[in-house]
């Protein structure tokens, strides 16, 4: 059985991998996405043990949400943490961040009708406005939770000195933001605030585009109208350092019978800063393979081992 962890101050539970969703409906982020297989996706991830599912109205506009409400409704919805997240307001014709209390709470409305159940397990702000007072955000997320809407508050991409302000009356469960053994400079001073308040982190893009997954090789070279052709880590000396300390864990993996992402995904499990990880897939087989990491358990010594590699 798979050691649960509790979400913030809240009373939700779920295993340490979740699923990221943006691969499922994102149809506004990737090309050519196909519907069953995204539904393949959740059920596979749901049948592999996986409880968390976290979806965002801005993957695919609210798209993603229906495909995984279509899909619970064959679960026990209560074995399923769901969190979805919003900040996107297209009502003006365009697309401007909304933090407004008034915003929220229709936007957590309209998530609950597309994924066709009466409550949320973790709603965040997905992004941060200009002009909105974070508290006065998180409050309205609050009185949501109060009235069982949603079961724990989170916010995304915020700042620091915005998660400070956004957690001035302690309403905040959980914070969502980008983090990778390549990419930790909230070890600094993001972190430390997050366990000091009792406030769980969700770190998305773990395996850093598939650069923690050990498949490139350092002669790889990107075509113009690839995104990481302009990404500094797919870069030059960059990208043949990190390909160089990948390669590294190859030992670590041959030890467990796994492959080098199985044993990332296992750092992040066990590191005790971190609440859920939640890499993302676009097929089915992904799901299981990353669902295997749930099961290895590095010594102390591999912990340290890849701890300090990409220190």
Known sequence: MTE???IGKSAVTTVPLGLGTNAVGGTNLFPDLEDDTGKAIIRTGLEAGITLLDTAFAYGLGHSEELIGQVLKDYDRHQVVVASKAAQDLSSGEVELNNSPKFLRQAVDDSLRRLQTDYLDIFYIHFPDQQTPKDEAVSALNDLKQAGKIRAVGVSNFSLAQVKEANRD???????????????????????????????????????SGLLTGKYHADVTFPANDIRHKNPDFQGDRFAMIVKKVAQLQSVADAHAATIAQVVLAWYVQNPQIGVVIPGAKKA???????????????????QQIDQLFK
């Open 4 to 6: 649960q962890v509790t």
């Open 285 to 303: 087989a992904q799901v299981t393979a990353n669902a295997k990491a749930l099961d290895i358990k590095l010594t102390a010594a591999e912990y």
């Open 170 to 208: 302690g309403y905040v469960d959980v914070v969502e933001d980008q983090y990778s053994l390549l990419h930790r400079e909230s070890e600094a001073d993001l972190l430390p605030y997050l366990q000091q308040q009792k406030i769980s982190f969700v770190p998305y893009f773990p395996l850093a």
